[in-house]
């Protein structure tokens, strides 16, 4: 069973995976990865490419096409506000698209975005047409921010990108959640393991960004396919409705109205 189909800034998806095509061993391996990971949004990013690599970049494009997906160019290894407001539009150039996942670093270290910086170029973006989808941390009073410049999906962290920790504050996920209750919420970064992003479906997120998880797994393939079935399982628990947890025990089978069996001895 397939979890139910949503919208993405009026697109609509049946997917609730955003896969990325980086770090993969080989192009095959990543067109295998993405194919069985089922997802319909590919995020990409721009390369500065020299003459000698125009060749085997443009075999890279001519391969992503061929996947039929949307595609989510993002502004990764930007650190300011005029670099990720640039690479955006060349983006929308190149791609032709006003999707956007914007990223702005604030820290080399822990990759962590810079929340200033973030908000002052979503709001120069969506005043130009772009349809942001900003990579953010967990905080409430960011999301909020944002939110009012008009983003229709948020993608707060669940731990700094490429750590697979997990979800390090499941507190603020889940306010964020309650919080933002009409806003599309995918989790993006620190997901390394199935059962993290089955915690963050059941929370009520709507989807999860995924890539160094899958590009370096033992099998990329199997791991992307897993990844799905995860992400599909957790949505449709929530969908389902998950029992809440209880401090004293309850019976699965009431004696109450019950008829009693009585075991004769002759």
Known sequence: MQASSWQVYGQTLNSRMFIGTALYSSPQIMLEAIKASGAEVITVSLRRQSAEQ??????????????????????????????????????????????????????????????????????????????????????????????DLGCEVLMPWGAPIGTGQGLLNPYALTTLRKRLPEMTLLVDAGIGKPSDAVQAMEMGYDGILLNTAVAEALEPAVMAQAFAQAINAGRLAYEGGIMPKRDNAKPSTPTLDQPIWQQHVS
């Open 54 to 147: 125009a060749q085997s970049g443009q075999q890279f494009w001519q391969m992503i096409e061929s996947l039929g997906c949307h595609l989510l160019p993002n502004t990764a290894g930007c650190y300011s506000v005029k670099e990720a407001v640039s690479t955006a539009r060349l983006a929308r150039e190149l791609f032709e698209t006003d999707w956007i996942k914007l990223e702005v670093m604030g820290d080399s270290y822990n990759l962590q975005p810079d929340p200033f910086a973030l908000v002052e170029a979503t709001r120069t973006l969506i005043a130009e047409g772009f349809k942001v989808f900003p990579y953010c941390t967990d905080d409430l009073v960011l999301c909020q921010r944002l939110a």
